[in-house]
Nanobody
Framework: QVQLVESGGGLVQPGGSLRLSCAAS????????MSWLRQAPGKQREPVAT???????NYADSVKGRFTISRINTNNTVYLQMNSLKPEDTAVYYC????????WGKGTLVTVSS
């Protein structure tokens, strides 16, 4: 059974930092492209950051220079380091694993507010 479990969300003030984690099980993690996506209230889910099996990364323009995606294959975990957070980063953040098949976590809420 495939599981993706996100953690690390919470309430943070503007300008603050959070690190999200996504622990995967039931897949050969190192073979998968891993992504973080987010969905703000009333909006569609949007991609935030992606890291391929080879370590190539890609970011949404809105988070470039502020967010960093990384992975540790021996831990079956992908991370999203989020710095200089803004209120518009408030959303539920989802972890995604894909090759041909596609798996999702249940999400973790990030709230950026003073």
């Amino acid at each position: 059974q495939v599981q993706l479990v996100e953690s690390g969300g919470g309430l943070v003030q503007p300008g603050g930092s959070l690190r999200l984690s996504c622990a995967a099980s039931g897949i050969i993690f190192s073979r998968y492209t891993m992504s973080w996506l987010r969905q703000a209230p009333g909006k569609q889910r949007e991609p935030v950051a992606t890291i391929t099996s080879g370590g190539t990364t890609n970011y949404a323009d809105s988070v470039k220079g502020r967010f960093t995606i990384s992975r540790i294959n021996t831990n079956n975990t992908v991370y999203l380091q989020m710095n200089s957070l803004k209120p518009e980063d408030t959303a539920v953040y989802y972890c995604n694993a894909r090759i041909v098949d596609n798996y999702w976590g249940k999400g973790t809420l990030v709230t950026v507010s003073s």
